[in-house]
């Protein structure tokens, strides 16, 4: 209909390569008269990809997830690809789960997978053969795809938490922990009461409860601990989620943040700097470290040469959430939630 050839309508619905005002203009009529969309299972059988990539997450809750995906939506459409994401519905059979969701998105052609916070065994991915060779994994590592894992030391993470509170003074320590068959909680845990334990605080007689790090999660910790009757000046919270709970519980029972209680978080969330009080929190470089997941899924699986790192520098980012503990008691209870 537009009377060129193969090649120039080629570029034209690709929007790449040289093509003359007046050829381009007659193909775009075209394309607007025939109502022609280009066909994705056509173009993924003529060069042999599908030019998408697949996201697992393990569960779709919370606002931590999200900030992630932005990412890996972003750059991969500044690739000119595009993104298919699945996930898990609950924690229990999360490793299930995380298999049906790779196998899945494998399935449904997608050129790699980008994997979060996996609950997956060796054997898994053992399981998918030359497969696994188009996967990358963030804030989880494999011994049998060293180059293919993008994470941070969890447990110098949890020391830092704890360093934190310490050098404010604060020994009487409460605790809202991630749930306890998830890996990256279980290391910065460790870490946690390694450091309280090096400083000479007796760690088993501290506070602890597990919970599922959404804010429900922390709210709820934190209702718990106020009616324990538990003296305590400071509270550390596995997440953000569960910490910014927290704090909404604290301020409803009439509790100052930090005038009372000090709290600090763990992941340092967009949010954590708008809350009120700002949070306190263990920052973990999650920007850095998905942009290099995702350089480095383009070159296995395109070839592309985009720069990477494999070193991600744990801190803390200090903030109003956090203080010395004021020299009256520290808090013992107060209304509940």
């Not at 280009?38 to 697949?54: D, E, F, V």
């Not at 909680?185 to 602890?208: H, V």
């Not at 953000?240 to 509790?255: K, P, T």
């Amino acid at each position: 209909m537009a009377g060129v050839g193969l090649g120039t309508a080629s570029r034209v619905v690709r929007g790449k390569g040289s093509v003359s005002p007046a050829k381009l203009e007659r193909v775009r009529q075209a394309i607007d008269a025939l109502g022609y969309r280009p066909s994705h299972a056509a173009r993924s059988l003529l060069y042999g990809t599908s030019r998408m990539i697949g996201v697992y997450i393990p569960l779709m809750s919370g606002t931590f997830y999200t900030a992630m995906l932005q990412i890996v939506d972003a750059e991969l459409r500044a690739a000119g690809l595009h993104m298919m994401v699945a996930f898990g519905i609950a924690r229990e059979n999360a490793r299930e789960q995380a298999v049906d969701g790779v196998g899945f998105l494998l399935e449904r052609g997608c050129d790699g997978v980008i994997v979060l916070t996996s609950p997956m065994l060796e054997e898994d991915l053992a399981r998918l053969g030359p497969k696994r060779d188009r996967l990358v994994l963030l804030n989880h590592g494999f011994d049998s795809i060293p180059e293919q894992c993008f994470t941070v030391d969890h447990r110098l993470g949890g020391r830092l938490a704890a360093r934190a509170l310490l050098d404010h003074a604060h020994r009487e320590i409460a605790v809202i922990a991630g749930p306890a068959g998830v890996a990256d909680n279980i290391d910065r845990m460790q870490g946690f009461m390694q450091e309280l334990r090096e400083a000479g605080i007796d760690t088993g007689s501290l506070w602890m409860a597990e919970r599922d790090f959404s804010s429900g999660g922390g709210w709820s910790a934190a209702e718990e601990l106020l009616a324990s009757g538990r003296h305590f000046s400071a509270v550390f919270c596995a997440n953000d989620e569960m910490a910014l709970g927290a704090l909404s519980c604290f301020h409803e029972a009439g509790i100052r943040v930090p005038q009372d209680v000090s709290v600090i978080g763990y992941d340092d969330v967009p949010s954590a700097a708008y809350s009120a009080p700002r949070l306190t929190s263990v920052h973990i470089p999650w920007r850095e470290m998905t942009r290099s997941g995702v350089a480095a899924l383009l070159k296995l699986c395109y070839g592309f040469d985009r720069p990477l790192t494999r070193t991600f520098p744990v801190s803390v980012s200090l903030r109003a959430s956090l203080a010395r503990p004021s020299t009256r008691r520290s808090r013992a209870s107060g209304n509940p939630c």
